[in-house]
């Protein structure tokens, strides 16, 4: 059963950094597109960004403005996702995925890890 294991959320102060971490099997990393979302109660998972096998990101400029950076370091096996200047409207439980398809749907995602939450707020 192929596990993605995210790690890294907490709480935050507005204006702040937090930095999550998905661990994910070699064989899904080295060959897998890798992408986060996030969901808010009630609401549907959203896109934030995502991350080819070879390099190229993609995300979601509605979202991100500029704020979030998503990574992958090949010798840990790790896609990371930079937040900075973190809003209240960021809290929500953050998820690893990783999908063949080019496809940036929640749909399309093949595996997916538990999630962590992050919760923005002074």
């Known amino acids: 059963q192929v596990q993605l294991v995210e790690s890294g959320g907490g709480l935050a102060q507005p204006g702040g950094s937090l930095r999550l971490s998905c661990a994910v099997p070699?064989?899904?990393?080295?060959?897998?597109?890798l992408a986060w979302f996030r969901q808010t109660p009630g609401k549907e998972r959203e896109f934030i960004a995502r991350?080819?096998?070879?390099?190229?990101?993609?995300v979601d400029d509605d979202i991100v403005k500029g704020r979030f950076t998503i990574s992958r370091d090949n010798a840990r096996n790790t896609v990371y996702l930079q937040m900075n200047r973190l809003k209240p409207e960021d809290t929500a439980v953050y998820y690893c995925?990783?999908?063949?398809?080019?496809?940036?749907?929640?749909?399309?995602?093949?595996?997916w890890g538990k999630g962590t939450l992050v919760t923005v707020s002074s």
């Open positions: 991350i080819s096998w070879t390099g190229g990101s993609v």
């Open positions: 995925a990783a999908s063949t398809s080019p496809s940036m749907s929640g749909s399309s995602m093949d595996y």
């Open positions: 070699g064989h899904i990393f080295s060959s897998y597109n």
